[in-house]
């Protein structure tokens, strides 16, 4: 079984960075990934993480303003939201899965947390 608590949301505005963080007790032999869901919309792939942070994945949508970390003595997994847009407000949430790979596919993930608001205003 793992745990998972996200933190780090918040109200920013257009531009501004967040850093959320993830993190996990119990089993920590997991990969990481990182979810959003929009009013309205369905849970969407925002980027993922292997076991040893060896490779990472990323929406298209996210790449090159969101960074995807892991530090494995401290069971956290932080994601670095840079550039913020309007678009980008959503519950976040960590979903976890025990083995070496990440995956975009929301149900490979056996593990999720509570969910973190994000809310970037114009």
């Known amino acids: 079984q793992v745990q998972l608590v996200e933190s780090g949301g918040g109200l920013v505005q257009a531009g501004d960075s967040l850093r959320l963080s993830c993190a996990a007790s119990?089993?920590?032999?997991?990969?990481t990934g990182w979810f959003r869901q929009a009013p309205g919309k369905e849970r969407a792939f925002v980027a993922a993480?292997?076991?040893?942070?060896?490779?990472?994945y990323y929406a298209d949508s996210v790449k090159g303003r969101f960074t995807i970390s892991r530090d494995n003595a401290k069971n956290t997994v932080s994601l670095q939201m840079n550039s913020l847009k309007v678009e980008d407000t959503a519950v976040y949430y960590c979903?976890?899965?025990?083995?070496?790979?990440?995956?975009?596919?929301?149900?490979?993930?056996?593990?999720w947390g509570q969910g973190t608001q994000v809310t970037v205003s114009a």
């Open positions: 993480i292997g076991r040893s942070a060896g490779r990472t």
């Open positions: 119990g089993r920590t032999s997991y990969a």
């Open positions: 979903a976890a899965v025990e083995g070496w790979y990440p995956s975009r596919e929301a149900n490979s993930y056996a593990y």
